[in-house]
């Protein structure tokens, strides 16, 4: 099996703390892909270039914001890529740290594991109308890098797609990440270019059990009153062969929780 994790840290360094290197031992995944570092190559050298605790050690690619202490995201991996693509060309988001893709290509197939941690809207209009901005940009690369390769995009995406898909839908209608413009931009991507929720695939009706984030407002987290907005989207080969996948809830390293996915499929 090729074990897959995503996961938004919220910060390396207080993941790390939290006992992030140890669980990974523990999980033994083959990647993990990371969003929202919050932190630059400088904190990273010579601490966090590997995930490692006795027995496992994964190395680090990574893609950094400009800006101190923001964004960034990183795929920790066991295996030697092919190719390490840092960014996806849109100087506007590659500014802000929020893709990096490793390729395991060989003669016979290509495949593209994708950590990507797209922008959220909530803190105002100005922030909103980037979002749509990196959506707009986002669709024609993935449709476009889809079309010869399989693929796995890994993220904090940042939109709960259906009602379903989080604890107080009603009440969000209006609220960044469940805005109709942006559930219909996913509904497009899993139809046009032809993508899969591979959660979704495997528990297409779980509801509170699904939720990948919850607020650190009020009693968010002990009431489960939380969002799906970690996914991991897949080309049909690859989603075919999702066996299993989890939401990790034991251990909080973040106001995430880890989404793990085990593919019948072998580097």
Known sequence: MFKLI????????????????????????????????????????DRFEELAAPGWAMKGHFHYAAKKGYSGVGIYTRHEPSDVIVGYGNPEFDDEGRYIELRFDTPSRKLSIISSYFPSGSSGDERQTAKYRFLESMFPH??????DREL????????????IDLKNWKGNLKNSGFLPEERAWLTRLLQEASLVDVYRSLHPETTGEAYTWWSNRGQAWAKNVGWRIDYQL?????????RQTSIWKDTRFSDHAPLLVDYDYTL
């Open 6 to 45: 995503s996961l938004n840290l919220n910060g390396i360094r207080s993941a790390a703390s939290k006992g992030l290197a140890e669980w990974v031992a523990q999980t033994r995944p083959d990647c993990i892909c990371v969003q929202e570092l919050k932190a630059q190559g400088a904190d990273i050298a």
């Open 152 to 163: 796995v995009l890994c993220g904090d995406i940042n939109i709960a797609h259906q009602e």
């Open 234 to 242: 897949a080309t049909p080969g690859m989603a075919a062969l999702a």
């Open 142 to 147: 993935l449709h476009t890098l889809r079309a």
